[in-house]
């Protein structure tokens, strides 16, 4: 049991799709979309 990775884990997991959430929420998805938020060349 490693109090360190579970934290990690659990501490990301939320965080991921709640920033992705605001980020689709702010910028048009049209725009962006997933491809904007993981940076491919969609934001050129």
């Given at each position: ?32 979309g997933?491809?904007?938020v ?7």
């Amino acid at each position: 049991m490693h109090p360190g990775s579970q934290s990690r884990g659990i501490g990301k997991v939320p965080q991921q799709p709640r920033e992705m959430t605001l980020f689709l929420n702010s910028e048009p998805p049209d725009e962006f979309g997933v491809e904007g938020v993981e940076g491919l060349p969609g934001r050129r």
